[in-house]
């Protein structure tokens, strides 16, 4: 299940979720090893599309959640017909669908807002899931997100693909997992460049992904580049996010929207050709 919650307001070009298929490879040279069969296998990847909300059909591939916050803000979330008639939730002209917050409304001190979340009506497995933000809310008390999770949390698991706080500059991805799970710093690289070395390009923030340990932070990886999250996110028009799901274990790219890759613009996506993510776990 991947979910939306806002806490201010978001434009959201496309919502693109992907599954993978595997070519077949055949290898006619014994004498290549393990590792080059499987990097033949993975160049060998195609996707494709399975899903794709965005448009004036946006919402239909969502439904609006309606229960209490469970991290417990301030925040009252409303159902699809109050989020459209009060403007909470609409598609413009241009396609773009947008989400936000009640922000007019005065409010008594403790008094909740009106905001929205939804959840996708689907589930899934493994696949490639592309989102295209065009902007997102920051500063003082608000929490937008971008994630997913399996039933009966925390054993099915969370990937927090996007997810920042307050005044927060840059983005953070983090895995919610129950015990076991840890990250490994050492494939930590600035400068790591390809797909296939295991490496990505973030910083690690924690690396105990046990959901029971240190209030449940996680193992977050932070983006270092300034356009993935808030003001500067914003100011370049926003930027795409790529969070790839298979069984090599869960791999999260951010594009900035000078940088879009054109294979994800014309809905041929190929990993292979983006070089190291953002942030690697390994399966």
């Not at 592309?130 to 698991?157: E, K």
């Not at 390809?194 to 923030?205: E, H, I, M, P, R």
């Not at 340990?213 to 914003?234: A, E, F, H, K, M």
Request: aromatic share 10%; with cysteine.
């Amino acid at each position: 299940m991947v979910s939306l919650r806002l806490s201010s307001l978001l434009f959201i070009a496309a919502t693109i979720v992907q599954a993978s298929n595997h070519d077949a490879i055949t290898n006619n040279h014994p004498q290549h090893n393990a590792r080059a069969q499987r990097l033949a296998g993975r160049q060998g990847r195609t996707y494709n599309l399975v899903d794709s909300a965005e448009g004036q059909n946006f919402f239909d591939s969502w439904t609006f959640m309606t229960f209490d916050d469970p991290t417990h803000g301030l925040v009252q979330y409303v159902d699809r017909d109050t989020a459209f008639a009060s403007g909470l939730a609409y598609v413009r002209e241009d396609g773009i669908a947008v989400m936000r917050v009640d922000n007019t409304t005065w409010l008594a001190e403790g008094q909740k807002r009106n905001s929205v979340r939804v959840h996708t009506t689907k589930s899934y497995g493994q696949g490639l899931f592309i989102a295209d933000i065009v902007q997102m809310p920051y500063g003082c008390s608000v929490w937008p997100a971008y994630w997913s999770n399996g039933a009966n949390w925390p054993a099915g698991g969370e990937i927090d693909i996007i997810e920042g706080t307050q005044n927060t500059t840059i983005n953070q991805s983090t895995l919610h997992t129950t015990p076991g799970c840890t990250l490994d710093a050492s494939n930590q690289n600035q400068e790591a460049q390809s797909l296939y070395d295991g490496k990505f390009t973030g910083q690690v923030a924690s690396t105990i992904c046990d959901s029971n340990v240190d209030n449940n932070i996680g193992c977050g990886i932070l983006s270092t580049d300034t356009t993935s999250y808030g003001i500067g996110l914003n100011s370049a028009g926003g930027g795409v996010f790529a969070a790839l799901w298979n069984e090599e274990g869960i791999r999260i790219w951010h594009f900035s929207r000078l940088n879009v890759p054109e294979d994800i613009t014309n809905k041929t996506p190929n990993p292979d050709s983006w070089g190291a993510p953002v942030a690697f776990w390994s399966a």
